[in-house]
């Protein structure tokens, strides 16, 4: 259980080298699609090296609700037989996407354009998270959208009966109000235009073209321009799960801060628009190659090898790419912490609203802990101590989020006295195998009470 159930605290001591191969999970952005775009075709889509952490599962149920056929065949492959493009049945009850925001704002947008109406809701976390940002565009294709105060859930979404196709800006940098669009323009007539003025991560597009819908990209002045051409027959594909490089940030984060490391971390997805942090990595000065360059399912995969990184400097991260490490910020801070100097991370606004506002969990987590953290609205600044230096010993809040939990941990491997976070449960939504991989490293992690 992630947050749900009695907080499980625990604990990082620091430990000897890291070493090893660390297989991490498939990609939590893929592995929601490939269930989505699955359940959206007529006939059998195969997944193997599905993620099965609990957002991805909640995903699956969820496309059950709608009246796909998902079935999990064993060690992460599974089969989805879908209804088509404007197939999807009215579920029976309130779908729960539990943690995930990538679930509901996908699903949303899937179920959008049907005449159909879905209620969902989410845990603490989800629930406080802003959703106008995907029920604005969807009421352009006439989705009414009902939820409490602030636009989110539970919330009511009664998808279009006739639905329009939209042209539309996203005002943020988010690859999941993109897709919400997309998705919806599926069942739309005609053409469907999403422009994003900031590349985000382009699974969706990806994915899209893969199951044989008309989708072209191209770079204008405005920005990047998709369109989509509506009411595509999609067909169903076999696909192989790359594995997930913001799992894979963690072990390669650790063995950069922990003397002696040298950790193989292989068949990464390393798509330019997820690969942002280990350019920033090696920008710092860490110890990192890319082994065994290839492409595979369209996207391009490596072995990453991370070395204890003796001599790292703080740096400034251009904010034009935020977008495309988003969600390693809290676990890049924790790695500044060891960095000689400032690192200064700029246009990231986004961090305010992810499953925790991650400038404020990792900032508080950081000055507890003995490192001195600046902060605004939209950007925050580490000081780093170098290694051997930051003091640790500390319990911190994981605020009912998994890569909050992830990066103290990783953290406590190299301070000085352990880091605890008061609830580790969350782990399970993106990386369920966290503890026992890491520990297999040779981190040393507990439970506090066992
Ligand atoms: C995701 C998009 C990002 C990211 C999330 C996964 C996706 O969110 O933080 O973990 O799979 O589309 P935003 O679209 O809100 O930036």
Not at 26 to 51: F, M, Q
Not at 163 to 183: E, F, G, I, N
Not at 280 to 286: H, V
Not at 385 to 396: C, E, F, K, Q, S
Request: aromatic share 4%; net charge negative; charged share 20%.
């Amino acid at each position: 259980m992630s947050g749900h159930g009695t907080p499980v605290p625990m604990t990082s001591r620091s430990c000897g080298p890291l070493r090893g191969t660390a297989h991490v999970p498939g990609d939590k952005s893929i592995s929601h699609r490939s269930l989505i775009l699955g359940a959206l075709c007529v006939g059998e889509t195969h997944i193997a090296g599905l993620l099965e952490g609990e957002d991805v599962i909640d995903t699956a149920k969820a496309m059950r609700a709608f009246g796909a056929t998902v079935t999990d065949h064993g060690g992460g492959e599974w089969t989805v037989n879908g209804v088509g493009v404007g197939g999807f049945a009215e579920p029976d009850a309130v779908i729960n996407c539990g943690n995930s925001g990538t679930g509901v704002r996908l699903i949303m947008g899937a179920m959008a354009t049907s005449p159909i109406t879905a209620s969902f809701t989410g845990d603490a976390s989800l629930n406080s998270r802003p959703m106008a940002r995907v029920t604005v565009p969807l009421a352009l294709f006439g989705t009414q959208a009902v939820g409490r105060q602030g636009r989110r859930l539970p919330m009511t979404i009664v998808g279009a009966a006739d639905p329009v196709p939209v042209r539309y800006t996203v005002p943020v940098p988010s690859a999941q109000v993109k897709s919400a669009v997309l998705l919806a323009g599926l069942n739309a007539p005609g053409q469907t235009v999403v422009i994003e003025k900031e590349a985000t991560r382009d699974h969706t597009e990806r994915m899209l073209q893969g199951f044989g819908a008309t989708v072209s990209v191209e770079e204008t002045e405005e920005g990047r321009v998709i369109t989509l051409t509506g009411q595509p027959e999609l067909t169903p594909q076999n696909i192989v799960v790359p594995r997930d490089p913001s799992s894979a940030a963690f072990p390669v984060c650790a063995a950069i801060i922990t003397p002696g490391s040298d950790v193989l971390v292989p068949n990464i997805g390393l798509n330019p628009t997820r690969a942002g942090l280990f350019t920033t990595l090696q920008e710092m000065g860490a110890d990192l190659t890319f082994e065994n360059m290839r492409e595979e399912g369209g996207e391009p995969v490596a072995d990453l090898r991370a070395k204890f990184s003796p001599d790292l400097k703080g740096i400034a991260v251009p904010p034009a790419r935020a977008a495309s490490m988003i969600d390693e910020y809290p676990v890049l801070s924790v790695v500044a912490a060891f960095a000689e100097g400032v690192t200064d991370m700029r246009g990231v606004k986004e961090l305010r609203v992810k499953e925790s506002d991650r400038i404020d969990a990792m900032a508080k987590g950081l000055r507890s802990a003995g490192v001195s953290v600046d902060e605004g609205p939209d950007w925050w600044k580490v000081t780093g101590l170098g290694h051997g230096n930051v003091p640790g010993g500390v319990t911190v809040a994981s605020v009912l989020d998994h890569r909050i939990a992830m990066a103290f941990m990783v953290m406590g491997m190299a301070t000085q006295k352990p880091m605890t976070v008061d609830d580790g449960s969350p782990i399970a939504t993106s990386f369920p195998i966290f503890e026992g991989l890491m520990t297999a490293l040779g981190a040393q992690i507990m439970h506090v009470n066992s």
